[in-house]
């Protein structure tokens, strides 16, 4: 098999290049803010109702039919039906007494409702003896309860008016099966329908992490190798991008490698700046400039002479979108893109540390499928998401150890028209202690 590491690598080693094996890790997929949100769980209540088991259907029929379009919220994982012998606990106990033994007569932990039926269990009146179910009707958003009560008044299959209470569920979709038997237990029953609701569908990230996994290090090691190239001419930051597209039988190949260029060109040299507000060009970031360079080499496939060595047209200074040393002209210079693509589309890209936001959002317009990067940027980062106000992470690259950030999540959002999928590098340090290379914690990357 061949190397995507070209061979044109070896003629320009570094004497503080270290070994592949310091950039072995492992693949944590980020979760996506929605996930996030999730594990708070956002409550909404709705309306309950009894009803009798041989008019279920119609009484369905009735008030879907009649609230099909102003139901503001989802609620498909809530079971519609619900047996008395099913109910969560502490409704069972206020609704079907008599299903509850005496001795057990207790309020067992649940969320409290709003109804007029949270009295002792002895001081309700027991249901019918004719079989009957517990009717989910709909959010409470949807119609108001005199509305709702006139609605209710003209199905016939009522003998007489039911009564109408009200209960908390959860707003959100479960994210396991765990989940959601703890919510038929605390809520109302609920159903997990497997897959992901707030996320990439699992199977898909185990089968794109398994891709990466094998392959991941000698990316890495090119991005990181990139960004000190660049830092050692002090044109940016010590970071690193790698441009990888991968074939129908799994394997990668490297496009193009770009380091940071932010300083090149400045006024005043980098490192007569003070610490802090430098003076740098955003357009020269190190994804950015991947970004471009694949638009060049795109670009020069589609023109007659298709010459990799030089773009189709010339572009302003600050767009950093050559080859700035010879390593980057190592890999720009093959002849490694297929033809016939459209942008980033389906190419991964591997950072030396997490994008800012502008470079998060560049990702996602330029349609990218997999982005990995191995230091997450906590003040600065766009991928991350993590909860507000916490004060500790989960050490999977969801949380940093001060919490100072929510996070935008950027890669999976419900507001954007394009995702992709992400992960975070976790580094192990190598036997002699090597690892990736830092920045600063308030460096934009």
Not at 331 to 344: D, E, I, N, R, S
Not at 345 to 370: D, Q
């Amino acid at each position: 098999m061949t190397s995507s590491l070209t061979p044109k690598l070896t003629e320009h080693k570094t004497e503080d290049e270290v070994s592949q094996h310091a950039f072995h890790g492992r693949l944590v997929p980020l979760r996506t803010k929605a996930e996030i949100d999730a594990t708070n769980v956002r409550i909404t209540e709705v309306y309950i109702t009894t009803i009798p088991v041989k008019a279920a259907s119609t009484i369905l029929k009735a008030v879907d039919s009649a609230l099909r379009d102003a139901e503001p919220h989802n609620l498909h994982y809530l079971r519609r039906f619900v047996k008395p012998e099913h109910l969560p606990p502490h409704l069972r106990l206020k609704w079907e007494p008599q299903l509850v033994p005496p001795a057990t007569f207790q309020y067992p932990a649940g969320p409290s409702t709003p109804d007029d039926d949270d009295r002792p269990a002895n001081s309700i009146a027991k249901p019918s003896n004719e079989p009957h179910l517990h009717f989910l009707i709909c959010s409470t958003n949807t119609i108001a309860i005199p509305c709702l009560h006139s609605l209710i008044s003209n199905i016939t299959a009522f003998a007489d008016a039911p009564k109408i209470r009200t209960i908390s569920v959860p707003l959100h979709a479960p994210t396991s099966s765990s989940q959601a038997q703890s919510w038929s237990q605390s809520y109302w029953p609920t159903i997990y329908k497997g897959g992901n609701p707030h996320g990439p569908h699992p199977s898909l990230v185990a089968r794109a992490a398994a891709e990466i996994q094998n392959d991941g290090p000698k990316y890495m090691q090119v991005a990181t190798r990139a960004g000190k190239e660049i830092r050692a001419t002090g044109l940016g930051e010590a970071i690193g991008a790698v441009v990888v597209e991968r074939g129908a039988n799994g394997e990668g190949v490297i496009i193009c490698v770009a380091g940071d260029a932010r300083y090149r060109g400045m006024a005043v040299p980098e490192e007569q700046q003070p610490k802090a507000n430098k003076i740098s060009n955003p357009m020269a970031h190190a994804t950015l400039r991947a970004i471009a360079l694949v638009a060049n080499k795109r670009l020069a496939l589609s023109s007659p002479s298709n010459d990799t060595n030089t773009p189709s047209a010339p572009s302003p200074n600050f767009f950093a979108d050559t080859p700035l040393n010879a390593f980057e002209a190592a890999y720009f210079t093959l002849p490694t893109l297929a033809p016939h693509g459209y942008l980033c589309l389906n190419l991964e890209l591997y950072l030396t540390h997490e994008p800012c936001v502008m470079c998060s959002m560049a990702i996602l317009h330029s349609r990218f499928g997999r982005v990995v990067f191995a230091q997450e940027m906590e003040r600065t980062g766009g991928l991350v998401v993590k909860k507000g106000g916490e004060g500790g992470g989960d050490g999977d690259g969801n949380g940093g150890e001060r919490g100072f950030r929510e996070g935008y999540g950027l890669w999976w959002r419900r507001e954007l028209n394009w995702n992709v999928l992400a992960w975070q590098w976790k580094l192990e340090v190598g036997k002699d202690g090597s690892e990736g290379e830092t920045v600063g914690e308030e460096t934009y990357a």
